[in-house]
C-alpha cells in the first residue's frame, strides 16, 4: 500500500451555495462630529449635565446580498439651557447577507447588524468626548429586538409607517 493511500489528503467539504450567510465586510464610521461650544471648562457645578440621546436605524441595500446598516447617534449634554457638547456618530457596516427568509432577513437588518455595530459606536462616542477633555459616555445596552416589533407594531396600526428607522430617547 502506498503513502498516499494509507493517509489520505483531508478533504474540505464542499460549501453548499444555498447556505444562509450573515457575513460582516466592512465596519467604519460613516460621519462624525463633536462640538463643546463652551470648551471641558464649563462650570456646571454639582449638577449633572441632562442627556439626550436619539438612535436612527438606516439600512440600504447596496447590491445583490451587500447591505450597508448605520447606526446613527446624536448626544446631546446639557446644563440648563447651555450646551456642553453635542456628539454625532454614523456607525456603519456593510453586510453579506444571502439566502435567509424575508422574515429572516427583516431580522438581520434590524437586530443582527445593530447588535453587531453597537460596541463600535459606544466606543467611538466615548473617544470623542473623552478627547473633548470630559469624563467618557458609555452608550447604554439597547435592545434592538424589542425596538423592532414596537416598530412593526406600530406600522401594523397605521402609526409611523412613514418612518421605518426607530428612534430612542
Not at 447588524?113 to 453597537?118: I, K
Not at 418612518?163 to 430612542?168: E, G, K, L, T
Request: charged residues 20%; hydrophobic residues 45%; glycine residues 6%.
Amino acid at each position: 500500500m502506498s503513502e498516499d493511500q494509507a493517509n489520505p489528503a483531508p478533504q474540505t467539504p464542499a460549501m453548499d451555495p444555498n447556505a444562509p450567510i450573515f457575513a460582516p465586510q466592512n465596519i467604519y464610521i460613516k460621519d462624525a462630529s463633536y462640538e463643546a461650544p463652551n470648551g471641558p471648562n464649563i462650570n456646571f457645578g454639582n449638577t449633572q449635565p441632562q442627556m439626550n440621546m436619539e438612535m436612527k436605524l438606516k439600512p440600504q441595500q447596496l447590491a445583490e446580498g451587500f447591505h450597508e446598516v448605520v447606526l446613527e447617534f446624536r448626544l446631546e449634554a446639557k446644563v440648563n439651557d447651555t450646551v456642553v457638547y453635542l456628539v454625532e456618530v454614523q456607525q456603519a457596516g456593510l453586510f453579506v447577507i444571502r439566502n435567509v427568509s424575508a422574515d429572516d432577513m427583516r431580522k438581520l437588518i434590524g437586530v443582527g447588524a445593530p447588535n453587531f455595530l453597537l460596541p463600535y459606536a459606544r466606543q467611538a462616542i466615548s473617544d470623542l468626548i473623552i478627547k473633548g477633555g470630559f469624563p467618557p459616555f458609555l452608550l447604554p445596552a439597547m435592545d434592538f429586538a424589542a425596538m423592532l416589533e414596537a416598530q412593526e407594531r406600530q406600522a401594523a396600526m397605521g402609526e409611523g409607517a412613514t418612518n421605518p428607522s426607530p428612534v430612542v430617547n
